[in-house]
C-alpha cells in the first residue's frame, strides 16, 4: 500500500522550515504539487529548492498570515497557477507564551485566525472536486498549558474548530482532521533553542517523554501526507496526537 497524491494540490501555511516544510516534502514526494508561504523570502527561496527535487511544482510565496487579505491574495493566486486546490495545510504559529494581551494576540492572529481565513478562502475551490484540510494544533491543547497559556488555549480552539468543519463540509467531500504534535526537534526550533539556552527545561522534557527522544518533523509530514490521501478516505473530525506517548 502506497501513499498517491499524484495531481494534488496542496496549499501549505508556513511551509518554509520545521514541521511545514517536512509536510511539503512528503506531499511532493508523493506526487502533490505544492504551495508554501510564509514571511521571509529567503528561507522560502531555500525550501521552494529543496522541494523542486521531486519534480512536481512548487510555488513559493511571501505572505504575512496575520492580515486577512494577504491569506485571501496567497490562496487565490495559488489556485489560478496551480488549477484548483485539493488539500490545504493549516500550520503556521504565532507561539503565543506570555498570558498578556501580546502573548493572547500572537496565538489568536496566527494559530487560530490564520487557520479560519485560510479555510475560508480555500473552500469555494475545495468544494469542486472535494478535498482535505488538515489543522496543526499541539498536545498542549488537550490539557493544561502552564508555561504558555495562550497557546494551548487556542490549539484547543483548533481541535473543536477541526470536529465543527468536519459535520459543516461532509456532505461535500470534505475532510477536516487535525494533528496534534509533541514536542519536536529541527534545527533552529524551539527545542533546538531550549537545547543551548535552558538546559533545565529540554532535559525536564525529554524526561517526560516515553519513547527516549524528540520527535522529527518528517514523523508529523508522513501522517499529513496519509490524512491527506484516500487511504484516510473515511476519516474526518479527528485529532491525531503524533507525540511518542509524551500526552499520556
Same mark, same amino acid.
Given at each position: 500500500?502506497?501513499?498517491?497524491?499524484?495531481?494534488?494540490?496542496?496549499? @501549505?501555511?508556513? %511551509?518554509?522550515?520545521?514541521? %511545514?516544510?517536512?509536510? +511539503?516534502?512528503?506531499?511532493?514526494?508523493?506526487?502533490?504539487?505544492?504551495? @508554501?508561504?510564509?514571511?521571509?523570502?529567503?528561507?522560502?527561496?531555500?525550501?521552494?529548492?529543496?522541494?523542486?527535487?521531486?519534480?512536481?511544482?512548487?510555488?513559493?510565496?511571501?505572505?504575512?498570515? +496575520?492580515?486577512?487579505?494577504?491569506?485571501?491574495?496567497?490562496?487565490?493566486?495559488?489556485?489560478?497557477?496551480?488549477?484548483?486546490?485539493?488539500?490545504?495545510?493549516?500550520?503556521?504559529?504565532?507561539? %503565543?507564551?506570555?498570558?498578556?494581551?501580546?502573548?493572547?494576540?500572537?496565538?489568536?492572529?496566527?494559530?487560530?485566525? $490564520?487557520?479560519?481565513? +485560510?479555510?475560508?478562502?480555500?473552500?469555494?475551490?475545495?468544494?469542486?472536486?472535494?478535498?482535505?484540510?488538515?489543522?496543526?494544533?499541539?498536545?498542549?491543547?488537550?490539557?493544561?498549558?502552564?508555561?504558555?497559556?495562550?497557546?494551548?488555549?487556542?490549539?484547543?480552539?483548533?481541535?473543536?474548530?477541526?470536529?465543527?468543519? +468536519?459535520?459543516?463540509?461532509?456532505?461535500?467531500?470534505?475532510?477536516?482532521?487535525?494533528?496534534?504534535?509533541?514536542?519536536?526537534?529541527?534545527?533552529?526550533?524551539?527545542?533546538?533553542?531550549?537545547?543551548?539556552?535552558?538546559?533545565?527545561?529540554?532535559?525536564?522534557?525529554? $524526561?517526560?517523554?516515553?519513547? %527516549?527522544?524528540?520527535?522529527?518533523?518528517?514523523?508529523?509530514?508522513?501522517?499529513?501526507?496519509?490524512? $491527506?490521501?484516500?487511504?484516510?478516505?473515511?476519516?474526518?473530525?479527528?485529532? @491525531?496526537?503524533?507525540?511518542?506517548?509524551?500526552?499520556?
Amino acid at each position: 500500500m502506497r501513499i498517491d497524491l499524484t495531481g494534488k494540490r496542496a496549499l @501549505i501555511a508556513g %511551509g518554509s522550515r520545521g514541521i %511545514g516544510l517536512a509536510i +511539503a516534502h512528503c506531499l511532493a514526494s508523493a506526487g502533490a504539487d505544492v504551495s @508554501i508561504c510564509a514571511r521571509t523570502q529567503g528561507p522560502l527561496d531555500q525550501a521552494a529548492l529543496s522541494l523542486k527535487q521531486h519534480g512536481h511544482r512548487v510555488i513559493a510565496s511571501p505572505c504575512d498570515l +496575520a492580515d486577512a487579505s494577504a491569506i485571501k491574495l496567497w490562496v487565490e493566486n495559488t489556485a489560478q497557477q496551480l488549477g484548483g486546490i485539493d488539500i490545504l495545510v493549516n500550520n503556521a504559529s504565532g507561539f %503565543g507564551r506570555t498570558d498578556d494581551e501580546a502573548g493572547w494576540a500572537a496565538s489568536v492572529q496566527i494559530d487560530l485566525m $490564520a487557520l479560519v481565513r +485560510a479555510c475560508h478562502a480555500s473552500i469555494p475551490y475545495l468544494e469542486k472536486n472535494g478535498g482535505s484540510i488538515i489543522h496543526i494544533s499541539s498536545i498542549s491543547g488537550l490539557g493544561a498549558s502552564v508555561r504558555t497559556p495562550p497557546y494551548g488555549a487556542i490549539k484547543a480552539a483548533v481541535m473543536e474548530y477541526t470536529q465543527t468543519q +468536519a459535520l459543516t463540509y461532509a456532505s461535500k467531500n470534505i475532510r477536516v482532521n487535525c494533528i496534534a504534535p509533541g514536542s519536536i526537534f529541527f534545527e533552529g526550533g524551539t527545542w533546538d533553542k531550549a537545547k543551548r539556552e535552558n538546559t533545565k527545561l529540554y532535559d525536564r522534557i525529554l $524526561a517526560g517523554i516515553p519513547s %527516549g527522544r524528540f520527535g522529527t518533523p518528517e514523523e508529523i509530514g508522513r501522517v499529513a501526507a496519509f490524512l $491527506a490521501s484516500d487511504l484516510a478516505s473515511w476519516v474526518t473530525g479527528q485529532t @491525531i496526537a503524533v507525540d511518542g506517548g509524551q500526552s499520556l
